[in-house]
């Protein structure tokens, strides 16, 4: 059963618009969360992440927001740029060691 | 460190056949993880190792698959015999103790015909 999940397969943004993406997880005793970005061919790379005891986490163009009661989490990037254009995929740790990911939203930024 | 290396690149082979997948942790790195790559169900993972043992294989979906870790800085992945559904992007990554980030190959692109 996915324990993380990510409802929008894809996505498209303007570019210097916000890209809202979303992430579901059910397993209340998830304590990190990750996103990962996967270009065409390479392996996912970190980019983000957040511990359960935070709301938020701001990097740059991208912030990471959790919401614990209602178990989701969205990572914002804006403005967006055509680079950005990726797979990304959101993931949950509940031991610090493995971690279980989502299907993944690939995210397309039209100049 | 030239990261986690992962060989071969893109495999192909016909049903019935084994296939064996290869991984070089980054050096230095406890915890090695195979993940399986597929649309519908993301990225799954099918087993991790810490320190050369396997901690948990509860994600390998069937007997015919098997992984090892004979040292800190080799691992493989085995399927045997190989069936058109295992064909996907079978990742592997590695991670520091206590670290929540892992580190990803480029991936193998398994296909079974």
């Known amino acids: 059963d996915q324990q993380v999940k990510q409802n929008s397969p894809s996505l498209s943004v303007q570019e210097g618009r916000i890209s809202i993406l979303n992430c579901d997880y059910t397993n209340s005793m998830f304590d990190y969360f990750l996103w990962y970005k996967k270009y065409p061919a390479e392996g996912p790379t970190f980019l983000i992440s957040?511990?359960?005891?935070?709301d938020k986490n701001e990097d740059g163009r991208f912030t990471v927001f959790l919401n614990k009661s209602a178990k989701h989490l969205s990572l914002h990037i804006v403005p967006s740029q055509p680079g950005d254009s990726a797979v990304y995929f959101c993931?949950?740790?509940?031991?610090?060691?493995?971690?279980?990911f989502g299907t993944g939203t690939s995210l397309t930024v039209i100049p | 460190d030239a990261g986690v290396i992962q060989s071969p690149r893109h495999e192909v082979t016909e049903m019935g056949q084994e296939v064996t997948l290869r991984c070089k942790p980054i050096s230095g790195h406890d915890y090695l993880f195979w993940y399986r790559q597929t649309m519908m169900r993301g990225l799954e993972l099918l087993i991790y190792?810490?320190?050369?043992?396997?901690?948990?294989d509860s994600g390998m979906p069937e007997d015919r698959f098997s992984a090892k870790m004979p040292n800190a800085s080799f691992s493989t992945l085995k399927i045997q015999p190989s069936e058109p559904r295992d064909s996907a992007v079978y990742f592997c990554a590695s991670s520091l103790p206590g670290s929540t980030e892992a580190f990803f190959g480029q991936g193998t692109r398994l296909t079974v015909v």
């Open positions: 957040i511990s359960s005891i935070k």
């Open positions: 993931a949950a740790s509940n031991t610090g060691n493995q971690f279980y």
């Open positions: 190792f810490n320190n050369n043992v396997p901690i948990d």
